[in-house]
């Protein structure tokens, strides 16, 4: 008999279907070979695929690891998110709640809270420092236009700084060509025309040629912009096809910073997946 694992597949930082980011939440009795995660992952062609198992340590009340198409990463926002929408709504004794932890393996204990009709999700603050144009001219040029600023972490974090919202919407980037750099994000943001900030964001050597809604590029967004603008709050729009509103916020400084990124989810489908 195949094993049967619930499954759902749901919309984050979107009030409707066919919107924000695309999820897969899928709840383990217990952890399967890593091989067969990023399978699962391949087979469901999300962005990312969350897999959560209840937390044995007492560190926090779940687990959880993400899987892309082609592997398994260190961080992940809307699959966190949409994982907090799924298990939020009941848990096993049938409860409403209003707050979840997930122990990670590599970013610490994330949280997702009830906030109004949406959520809000703490993540670590991720800061960057200036890069040169000339040490990024390679990503540059495979971007198509050159940006005001250049900035970059150790974690594989780029952000490109550009003029205004049409510079950032009218890129027409080198997918390909990118995606020879590696698994980095290049994060290509500006201030934006209906939100304070805009934002476009490729990561082509991860399997995700241009992604929906990036959580993990607005916990490096947060602190930037919470810099540039001269306030802790203030809200974001990601310029994809889909699309997604979301609100920020910057919850203390320095490696104990959190960036809060706020927005609602949606179920699209819910059911069983066999393996």
Not at 136 to 147: K, S
Request: glycine share 10%; aromatic share 8%.
């Amino acid at each position: 008999m195949p094993q049967k694992i619930p499954y759902w597949h749901v919309d984050a930082f979107a009030a409707s279907p066919f919107g924000g980011n695309q999820a897969a939440v899928m709840v383990l009795e217990e952890w399967l070979p890593d091989d067969v995660l990023v399978q699962i992952g391949g087979e469901n062609l999300f962005a990312e695929t969350a897999f959560v198992v209840r937390d044995a340590t007492g560190a926090a009340d779940w687990e959880l690891r993400w899987c892309t198409p082609t592997y398994e990463i260190a961080l992940c926002g809307h699959a966190t998110l949409a994982s907090g929408h799924v298990l939020l709504t009941r848990d096993a004794e049938g409860r409403a709640l209003e707050r979840i932890t997930f122990r990670t393996r590599k970013s610490g204990i994330l949280e997702v809270v009830r906030a109004g009709d949406g959520y809000e999700l703490a993540l670590p603050a991720i800061a960057t420092e200036p890069d040169s144009a000339a040490n990024q001219a390679e990503a540059i040029r495979l971007l198509g236009a050159a940006p005001r600023e250049v900035y970059r972490s150790e974690l594989g974090y780029n952000i490109y700084l550009y003029a205004d919202e049409a510079a950032v919407r009218g890129l027409t980037p080198d997918i390909r060509g990118l995606e020879k750099l590696g698994n980095d994000q290049f994060i290509c943001t500006a201030p934006g025309d209906a939100t304070d900030i805009v934002s476009r964001v490729f990561v082509p050597g991860g399997g995700v040629d241009e992604d929906s809604v990036t959580g993990s590029a607005h916990a490096v967004l947060t602190p930037f912009w919470a810099k540039k603008l001269g306030r802790e709050s203030f809200t974001a729009h990601q310029a994809s096809q889909r699309g997604g509103d979301l609100t920020l916020r910057l919850d203390g400084a320095g490696e104990n910073g959190r960036a809060w990124l706020g927005g609602p989810c949606v179920t699209v489908v819910e059911g069983s997946f066999y393996l």
